[in-house]
C-alpha cells in the first residue's frame, strides 16, 4: 500500500524490511527502552523471519509495521506498528512503539499524529484500541491529553479506545507537528 501522509516535521515513516531486523532486536532488548513492552526476540534471525511472515500480513492489508527515521539525517530511531483490526466498530490497535535516544524533540508526539493521520485519514478507521503497562504513567497521561478515553485495565494493563472524532478535535491545536 502507497501511503500519503508518512512524514511530519521532524520524523518520517517508512515501512519495516527484513534488513530492520537487527535495529528492531537492539531497540526491543535495551534495558533503558524496554520496560513497558512485551518481550521479543534477541535472535537478528528470528525477527528478520518475523518480518518476513509480517510482510504477507502487510500484503494483505492486516497490519503496517513502520520504522520511524529522523528528516534531518534519516537515521532510524524507532517503530510503531497498526494491527488488530476489527470491523465492528471499524479499529486498530497500534503499538511496538518505541523511540531511542537519538529521536528528535518532538518524535513521539509526531509519531502518534501520524498514526493517526494515516489510520483514520487514509485507512478510514473509527477507532483506535490500544492497552498502556500500568506503571506506564507518562505513556497514559500523553494519551489522556490526546483525548484517549480510559476503559478497563487488569493486573498489568490499562485498556484505551480512541474516537476518530479526538484526534479531529485534536488536530487545529497540534497540527504544527505535522509540519
Not at 1 to 15: N, P, S, V, Y
Not at 18 to 39: G, M, T, V, Y
Not at 76 to 93: A, E, M, N, Q, W
Not at 116 to 141: C, P, T, W
Request: with cysteine; net charge negative.
Amino acid at each position: 500500500m502507497e501511503f500519503k501522509h508518512l512524514t511530519a516535521k521532524t520524523i518520517h515513516f517508512r515501512l519495516v524490511e527484513e534488513s530492520d531486523a537487527e535495529f528492531i532486536c537492539d531497540l526491543r532488548n535495551n534495558p533503558e527502552l524496554n520496560k513497558h513492552i512485551s518481550q521479543s526476540t534477541a535472535l537478528v534471525n528470528e525477527q528478520a523471519e518475523w518480518i518476513k511472515k509480517y510482510k504477507d500480513r502487510e500484503l494483505n492489508l492486516k497490519e503496517f509495521y513502520f520504522i520511524i527515521e529522523r528528516n534531518d539525517n534519516n537515521e532510524r530511531i524507532g517503530t510503531v506498528r497498526l494491527y488488530d483490526f476489527k470491523d465492528h466498530p471499524k479499529s486498530f490497535c497500534w503499538g511496538s512503539w518505541i523511540l531511542n535516544s537519538s529521536k528528535t524533540r518532538y518524535a513521539a508526539i509526531e509519531s502518534a499524529l501520524l498514526i493517526y493521520k494515516i489510520a483514520f485519514e487514509e485507512l478510514e478507521f473509527e477507532q483506535s484500541h490500544f492497552n498502556v503497562r500500568k506503571e506506564n504513567m507518562g505513556v497514559h497521561n500523553f494519551h489522556m491529553r490526546l483525548g484517549a478515553k480510559h476503559v478497563s485495565g487488569n493486573d498489568l494493563d490499562n485498556f484505551y479506545i480512541y474516537p476518530a472524532s479526538a484526534y479531529y478535535d485534536i488536530l487545529n491545536e497540534y497540527e504544527k507537528f505535522l509540519g
